[in-house]
């Protein structure tokens, strides 16, 4: 039996000049099994092996002290940032009892809460007999959605695209929100670097995301439609220096140092994929353009993309009363 030592609710720090987004990380289990190359977990000093904590009573503990000590009236909890949230079974019947804890104390407080579960696994069909919807709380399903030559060359061992659109349907089936994750965006194929390979890397970066937001959406009712995230990939000095000297497809060209210490592509580059995007889902519909957000970016890149900086408390509120 694993304890957690240290506490199990954190603010979610994103780094210097970075919006905050105003979640807080549960870290009920640690590290993941899937070995996507870009993941930061595996830089970071945990366990290299999957890890869940069951003391959960502590989990409780605080989860009362939040809500006693904050006058907030909506909380956005993210149980997908230290691991797969659907990894396991055992995975899914402790973050079950989270969310009934949570449950029990938002409706003693007066709070509502949101809860999102991220996976790149089909795992959430394990709950076809099982019922998680609970008084106070929405659970947002969020899914890293990605091209298959990303997948296949950088996410090793997770779902394939297909399949995590069809969990999405079966997510809302069964009373979630839907949360499409769009990131982090990598920019693949990198051919022999000149501007124009360079320009059509990004524009065939655009094509691809655009078909998946496409066949996401088409998936989906828009009542079910939480929000949607869309970031480049950042990468820690850590992991940068670890993966050129590895002479990682990841490492392109035109990445710099951004000042929260992350590598990230280019100004430019990141914008005209985001304008593309957010451009792309507008056309869509007006009121999806309502619930994107640019997640661990910086105000100016905001401000390049005309979007209204929001929170995922404040998209929370846009969707029906709890």
Not at 8 to 18: A, P, T
Not at 118 to 134: D, V
Not at 245 to 251: D, M, T
Request: aromatic content about 14%; glycine content about 2%.
């Amino acid at each position: 039996m694993h304890l957690r030592k240290k506490g199990f609710i954190s603010k979610y720090l994103y780094g210097k000049n970075v919006i905050d987004l105003e979640e807080f990380v549960v870290s009920f289990a640690e590290t993941c099994n899937f070995n996507c190359e870009y993941c930061y977990l595996k830089f970071s000093k945990i366990s290299t092996k999957p890890v869940i904590y069951e003391n959960i009573e502590n989990f409780a503990t605080e989860t009362e002290e939040l809500f006693k000590n904050s006058n907030k009236k909506v909380f956005y909890f993210n149980f997908g940032e230290t691991t797969d949230s659907f990894l396991t079974k055992k995975h899914i019947e402790v973050f079950s009892k989270c969310c009934l804890i949570i449950s029990q104390k938002a409706k003693f407080y007066s709070k509502k809460c949101f809860v999102e579960l991220r996976t790149k696994t089909a795992n959430i069909f394990e709950l076809q007999n099982k019922e998680i919807l609970y008084d106070n709380i929405k659970i947002v399903y969020g899914v890293t959605l990605s091209p298959k030559i990303i997948i296949n060359n950088f996410e090793d061992k997770t779902l394939n695209l297909e399949e995590r659109i069809r969990a999405l349907w079966y997510a809302q089936k069964i009373g979630f929100l839907i949360g499409l994750r769009l990131e982090p965006i990598i920019i693949y194929p990198v051919f022999d670097i000149t501007y124009q390979t360079l320009v059509e890397s990004v524009f065939n970066t655009i094509e691809e995301y655009k078909k998946i937001i496409a066949q996401a959406l088409a998936s989906i009712e828009a009542k079910n439609l939480h929000s949607i995230s869309i970031s480049t990939l950042r990468l820690t000095k850590t992991q940068f220096k670890f993966l050129k000297e590895k002479k990682s497809k990841l490492c392109f060209p035109e990445m710099i140092l951004c000042s929260d210490g992350k590598f990230r592509y280019s100004r430019p580059i990141r914008v005209t994929i985001y304008r593309s995007l957010i451009n792309f889902i507008e056309n869509l519909s007006k009121e999806f353009i309502k619930k994107v957000f640019l997640s661990f970016e910086f105000d100016y890149i905001w401000d390049d993309c005309n979007l209204k900086i929001k929170t995922l408390p404040q998209i929370s509120t846009l969707t029906d009363e709890i």
